[in-house]
């Protein structure tokens, strides 16, 4: 164990690599800073050579960026990208909502559409259709607004997003006595390869088979039947 002074401002204990004189070291490039362990802080850095090829490499990347990105005769390189990654990333979540509005918009066009077709099964009105790539609090809101066009009724709705099917069942408050929501999705997600459960009249499964939905949802009209009460 050596014990290594630095002027009159630092002694350190040094059990390894060690430098007769600190301007051996020369130039300095720290790369990064950590927790080791509780209390311990741990800096990693680059010298001599080694050191400048960093910073070389940092000056042709400073010249790629200003090609790329314009800033203000006062702003760095790296402060006009941050600010136009988040010009971009602003711009990107606003084109993923209007996105989403527009797939909203054009399933609650289709569902209602849909809607003309309720059955009545054992006296119930029951309507199964499906709304591909929603997302499921966007299902949710279509349920609740056939739920409130039926009056009265069970909906059943599917959709597929990304190879994965998502199913959810609203059941009207006055009929949850005769037919639970989670018992309906419990059986329809079988036919998709899933499950599923939730409240006696909001329930909701997801499932591994796309191609099975169509036929899930025909047979909800069916699983219905057997659960009316």
């Known amino acids: 164990m050596r014990v290594i002074r630095i002027g009159d ?12 004189a600190t ?24 010298t001599g050579e ?20 314009r800033g203000g005769d006062d702003q760095s390189p790296a402060d006009a990208l941050k600010q136009e990654l988040e010009r971009r990333e602003d711009e990107l979540k606003k084109l993923r909502k209007e996105l989403d509005q527009a797939r909203m918009k054009s399933a609650s066009t289709s569902v209602q559409s849909a809607a003309e077709n309720v059955r009545e099964v054992k006296g119930v009105k029951v309507l199964a259709t499906r709304a591909d790539n929603l997302e499921r609090a966007q299902l949710r809101v279509l349920i609740d607004n056939l739920r409130n066009k039926l009056g009265s009724g069970v909906v059943v709705l599917g959709s597929v997003s990304d190879g994965k099917v998502a199913l959810i069942v609203g ?10 929501a989670g018992k309906v999705i419990a059986e ?15 329930a909701e499964a997801g499932g591994k088979d796309p191609a099975a939905l169509d036929a899930a949802l025909a047979e ?4 219905v039947e057997r659960l009316l009460q």
């Open 220 to 223: 909800s009209y069916n699983v």
């Open 171 to 180: 059941v009207t408050k006055d009929l949850t006595s005769r037919v639970q």
């Open 9 to 20: 401002f630092s002694t350190e204990l040094c059990g390894g690599t060690h430098t007769a």
């Open 23 to 46: 301007g051996e070291i020369g130039l300095i490039k720290v790369l990064k800073e950590g927790s080791v362990s509780s209390g311990v802080r741990r800096l990693e850095a680059v």
């Open 188 to 202: 329809v997600a079988k036919k998709v390869g899933g499950s599923g459960g939730g409240r006696p009249d909001m």
């Open 50 to 69: 080694g050191s400048l090829r960093h910073f070389r490499k940092d000056h042709q990347l400073e010249n790629v960026v200003s090609t790329l990105v």
